[in-house]
């Protein structure tokens, strides 16, 4: 079987999910400039240990090979051991993403006696002034010493997660050279316009030089970095970067929240793209394989305003969730298409139409870019 | 090592295997490898190789025409490379 009848079986949807994201708390003691879930405060309704285990038994029984944990921090939950030692029990792998604020020596230690478990470090400055601008004061500190920590305790290649803006892109070789002098892995990721980062896009995402500068660099790096696929819309300039190219929401890919909802991915916490919830009649694996949502977004997607354009088989029409929260059509191109397609676009978008993310934990400060507060 | 005919074969003991409409996913939760396995008859013939003494004797149990013989030798050597089976001992 060629590779692209591979893509069009995982277009068509998986028994069950790749790549699962669920964030266990909305609560966080940061409040990073452009949060994809608008978290800082708990919500009330969030699963409790009891739920959040038997979700992961429901996980177990569909054979979900391993979960990416977020937030929110996750580590603010009190039962945050529990949950890692339930899934380590059930052969649940996880891969959680943390600020690092409750990376102690301690906690180093007990995390580095887990099998099946990775971590991913967020920092999004390889510098003081560069990371604490979008992520908080204080937060660069914070990474560097929880990164201090695991390796002082053998924990092993953890990761450093950095999500692109257009104040990193300069510092790529030297976050690939902060790494490796942690024995750590890096792993890049696409800004999306979600949540609060759908505040902050137009200041913060890569200009079109960037994108460009992006690709090049992953094209000559891209083997020893993690990007969770996250920039197949750069394919369109040219060979393609590694991974399955594809808009995987729904097909291979979803999020749960903190309240137990199923979104089709991460960067859409929106009801447009709510499935359903764990909580429904026959749990997660009937919002997986029975949802309307999931069912459309399984089926041949329109080409839309892009059908006339030669690059459609590489950049695949890019982000379904860069496009809702920007206003453009899902059928049209990508908000950062290479070939300016979405830009100019944007520039005609009525404003008004752009949609607001459903929910908002953000605690009750003024949150402005520069981040002086 | 490589795998012949003459092999004998085991999953790797960290490695999983899950249905799927175009196969299988194998997953191996020490190198954290996801491999796609598409061709049902692949997985039907990892399931199973464990219990034979070769590899050739797996594929007349699963009456494996002899002239695609070749291509699982390189199937499952690629997959040995990935260590999602191995070879015993």
Known sequence: ?373 | MTVTLDSACELHPQVALRPEPFGALAYHYGNRKLVFLKHPDVVAVLRDVAAHDTLADTLVAHHVAPERWNSFVSALSSLEASEIIRVRQ
Request: hydrophobic share 35%; aromatic share 8%; glycine share 10%.
């Open chain 1, 1 to 373: 079987m060629s590779v692209s009848n591979l893509s069009t079986q995982l277009k068509g949807g998986l028994d069950a999910p790749i790549c699962l994201t669920w964030e266990l708390t909305y609560a966080c003691n940061l409040q990073c400039i452009h949060c994809l879930s608008s978290s800082g405060r708990r919500d009330p309704r969030e699963l409790d240990t009891d739920q959040v285990k038997n979700v992961l038994d429901q996980l177990r029984d569909l054979q979900v090979f391993y979960i990416n944990i977020g937030g929110g921090e996750p580590m603010i939950r009190k039962d945050f051991f529990e949950i890692l030692e339930h899934a380590e029990h059930n052969n649940i792998g996880v891969k959680f993403s943390t600020n690092g604020t409750y990376i102690t020596a301690e906690n180093a230690q007990r995390l580095a006696s887990m099998n099946y478990l990775d971590i991913q470090i967020s920092m999004d400055g390889v510098d003081r002034a560069t990371n604490d601008a979008v992520r908080g004061e204080g937060s660069f500190d914070t990474s560097i010493a929880a990164m201090n920590f695991l390796r002082d305790a053998n924990f092993g290649p953890f990761k450093i997660s950095v999500v692109m803006t257009r104040h990193n892109v300069d510092q790529l070789d030297a976050f690939k050279q902060l790494a490796d002098s942690y024995g750590a892995q890096l792993r890049i990721t696409r800004l999306r316009p979600a949540g609060r980062g759908a505040d902050t896009w137009n200041e913060l995402h890569p200009t079109q030089a960037q994108q460009r500068q992006i690709y090049d660099w992953l094209i000559a790096h891209g083997d020893n970095v993690l990007t969770g696929d996250s920039f197949f819309h750069l394919n369109a300039f040219g060979e393609s970067l590694p991974g399955l190219n594809l808009c995987g929401a729904g097909r291979v890919v979803c999020l749960i929240d903190p309240i137990g909802d199923v979104y089709a991915c991460p960067f859409v916490i929106h009801d447009q793209f709510k499935a359903g919830s764990v909580h429904d009649e026959g749990g997660f694996a009937h919002v997986w394989r029975n949802s309307d949502l999931f069912l459309s977004l399984r089926e041949p997607e329109s080409e839309g305003a892009c059908t006339s354009c030669g690059n459609y088989d590489s950049c695949q029409g890019g982000c379904m969730a860069a496009k809702f929260f920007t206003g453009l059509p899902l059928d049209g191109p990508d908000p950062e298409c290479v070939i300016g397609a979405g830009e100019s676009l944007l520039k005609s978008a009525p404003v008004t139409l752009i949609p607001k993310p459903s929910m908002d934990h953000s605690r009750k400060v003024s949150v402005t870019v520069g981040g002086n507060k």
